[in-house]
């Protein structure tokens, strides 16, 4: 039973564009929701997260946006640039349990 | 941020053989570890979830026998592949939480690519 979708396996942006990654969920009682980079043969890299509390968290370029009511959150690149090309991983967590995504691959294009 | 090393990066073993896999949280404690394994072009699958000073909690269809799971300090867990053959050639990734902190961040290790001749 997969509780976190990522429903786009892959995205394409022009440099200097806004990248859009969704992730849709489950439960409704995840307490926080995260996003990961990961580089081939790298462990995924933490970027940004948001407690179900809050419906925006903004970090430099990247801001992720909660939608309670529709379970669904994205994470907004921009300006993206390319080296902002890997695959993103959201996450929800609950205690000491984590429900990740099957990734988007996001390819920005020079 | 929050660091967390595995070792070995790269490992090449022949079939039969085990192999052992750490993973260390560098500038904090971490009570609790999760291991995970992620197959070409697919998510990280959670293998299990180390608890400090306890015995590991495997997720379903995970052999606790073949892959063994210690984790004897506050900064160190370990992975120990038994009797490797080449279907357990993966890409085998280690996380940690911090114990004081509560915002729900998890942090990698950079994983281990495990090849099985």
């Known amino acids: 039973d997969q509780q976190v979708k990522q429903n786009s396996p892959s995205l394409s942006v022009q440099e200097g564009r806004i990248s859009i990654l969704n992730c849709d969920y489950t439960?409704?009682?995840?307490?926080?929701f995260l996003w990961y980079k990961k580089y081939p043969a790298e462990g995924p890299t933490f970027l940004i997260s948001?407690?179900?509390?809050?419906d925006k968290n903004e970090d430099g370029r990247f801001t992720v946006f909660l939608n309670k009511s529709a379970k669904h959150l994205s994470l907004h690149i921009v300006p993206s640039q390319p080296g902002d090309s890997a695959v993103y991983f959201c996450?929800?967590?609950?205690?000491?349990?984590?429900?990740f995504g099957t990734g988007t691959s996001l390819t920005v294009i020079p | 941020g929050a660091v967390v090393s595995q070792h070995p990066s790269w490992v090449i073993c022949k079939s039969g053989t085990s192999v052992k896999i750490e993973c260390r949280s560098l500038?904090?404690?971490?009570?609790?570890m999760f291991w995970y394994r992620q197959f070409p072009k697919q998510s990280l699958m959670l293998m299990a979830t180390?608890?400090?000073?306890?015995?590991?909690?495997?997720e379903q269809g995970v052999e606790k026998d073949k892959f063994l799971i210690n984790h004897a300090s506050l900064t160190l867990s370990t992975l120990t592949v038994t009797s490797a053959h080449p279907e357990d050639s993966s890409f085998y990734i280690c996380?940690?939480?911090?114990?004081?902190?509560?915002?729900?961040?998890?942090?990698f290790g950079e994983g281990s690519r495990l090849t099985v001749l």
């Open positions: 180390s608890n400090e000073g306890s015995k590991a909690t495997y």
């Open positions: 996380s940690a939480r911090e114990a004081r902190r509560n915002t729900g961040e998890l942090f």
């Open positions: 500038d904090f404690q971490a009570t609790t």
């Open positions: 948001i407690s179900s509390i809050k």
């Open positions: 996450a929800a967590n609950t205690g000491n349990q984590f429900y």
């Open positions: 439960n409704s009682m995840f307490d926080y």
